[in-house]
């Protein structure tokens, strides 16, 4: 039945984010003639954790077909014949362990959130960037790389997730309308520590941008560890396309470290995009004359010392994109895995709002080609 099938075209594999129907996900569709409707989805791996996700969808899509009595979905699971299929059909025209995202005509755009030191809100930045970007409609894809402290599944509320891997493909974590991959998850338990140097660091980021499926992304933000390590090194080498935004924090004292992150990823190449001031002035409502006084709490400037010494030493102007103020509820929100850009009603002096507003400037600059390396060289004569 036509209805039935464009019912089912209009589920998507959580996981994948693509039409269950296009993904060879439908194994048969029977009608009985009491109009009932049984269909069979086979899923990628036996115990997929989303199979009640996918029979909620399938049983509403299909039970709105006018004329539809009743819908039963059946579970498989696919043969590895199949599920070689599935990945030769998500990898087509993508070579072996190629990033998608290095390749010259790639539309993602790449931003690698950095810093100088640990502790200045990197991971909180990058989690509610991340959030703020896919609640414009933008397909995002968030990658934490951060080996020492891979908090970004906590902060999204996926801490004890793990990927799915079909055929050595890895399905990245989906949530909150995002897709969600950490090196922490890639170890089998959640309280190990990585202790990881650089080849096999190297390896694990290949794997977690070549071998992990992120389909068509429009930004994809990966949390760096803090400082200059081999993590940026790697990532700079994999990703010379990529932008980056320094975070630091309204102290002196710390813009010096920051300001090596950012000129470290110059040298690599890759365009510095901003700086973000993290923990700027602490907002609080006096209760004695009912106005409300902003206290500095981590000094003031430490933002545009670092943009001001980091245009200087690039050569193009490196501004600063946001100045977010120290905020109780964006603790709490990390803290509970609801990054607080999800907040309806942000309070317009809180860091919603500033956060909000980064993602607004970032998702409108188009991309300069300053600083972003061509591929081009000189011809001899
Ligand atoms: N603007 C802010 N207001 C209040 N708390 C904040 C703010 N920014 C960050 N925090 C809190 O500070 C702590 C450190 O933040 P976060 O983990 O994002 O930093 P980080 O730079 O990624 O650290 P690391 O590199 O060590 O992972 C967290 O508990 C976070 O909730």
């Known amino acids: 039945m036509p209805a039935i099938d464009r019912a089912l075209a209009t589920v998507q594999d959580p996981e994948i984010k693509r039409p269950i129907t296009e993904l060879g996900m439908v194994a048969a569709v029977d009608v009985d003639a009491d109009s009932r409707v049984r269909v ?9 954790p989303l199979k009640g996700t996918l029979t909620r969808d399938v049983t509403e899509a299909v039970g709105a077909v006018p004329g539809v009595a009743a819908v039963e979905v059946e579970l498989g699971v696919m043969s590895a014949e199949q599920r070689a299929e599935l990945k030769q059909l998500l990898t087509a025209g993508q070579g072996d362990r190629e990033i998608p ?16 030191k640990g502790g200045v809100g990197k991971s909180s930045v990058t989690v509610n960037l991340a959030l703020a970007l896919a609640r414009r409609g933008l397909s995002v894809g968030v990658l934490d790389a951060d080996v020492y402290g891979h908090s970004v599944p906590a902060m999204l509320g996926v801490a004890d997730s793990r990927p799915t891997s079909v055929e050595e493909m890895i399905l990245p974590v989906p949530t909150m309308g995002l897709k969600v991959m950490s090196i922490g998850m890639l170890k089998p338990r959640r309280d190990q520590v990585v202790a990881w140097r650089g080849p096999i660091l190297d390896r694990a980021i290949q794997q977690m941008l070549a071998d992990v499926y992120w389909g068509d992304l429009d930004h994809l933000l990966i949390d760096l560890p803090p400082g200059t390590g081999d993590v940026a090194i790697s990532l700079g080498q994999k990703l010379p396309n990529a932008e980056v935004l320094v975070v630091t924090t309204p102290q002196q004292a710390a813009a010096e470290v920051a300001e090596r992150a950012g000129t470290m990823a110059s040298m690599m190449n890759q365009r510095v995009v901003g700086v973000v001031e993290n923990m700027s002035g602490l907002v609080l409502d006096c ?54 850009v999800a907040e309806a009603d942000p309070d317009p002096r809180g860091a919603a709002a500033q956060l909000l507003a980064l993602a607004d400037r970032l998702a409108s600059r188009s991309r300069p080609l300053q600083g972003l390396q061509l591929g081009l060289s000189p011809v001899g004569r």
């Open 40 to 48: 069979e989805v086979l899923l990628t791996i036996a115990g997929c």
């Open 101 to 116: 995202f290095a390749r010259p005509d790639s539309l993602t755009r790449v931003i690698a959130v950095a810093s100088g």
């Open 287 to 340: 209760p004695h004359c009912g106005h409300s006084h902003t206290t500095d709490v981590f000094g003031t400037g430490g933002g545009e010392e670092v943009a001001a010494a980091l245009t200087t030493r690039i050569g193009y102007d490196v501004p600063v994109l946001a100045r977010v103020p120290l905020d109780p509820r964006l603790r709490v929100g990390g803290d509970e895995g609801s990054p607080v």
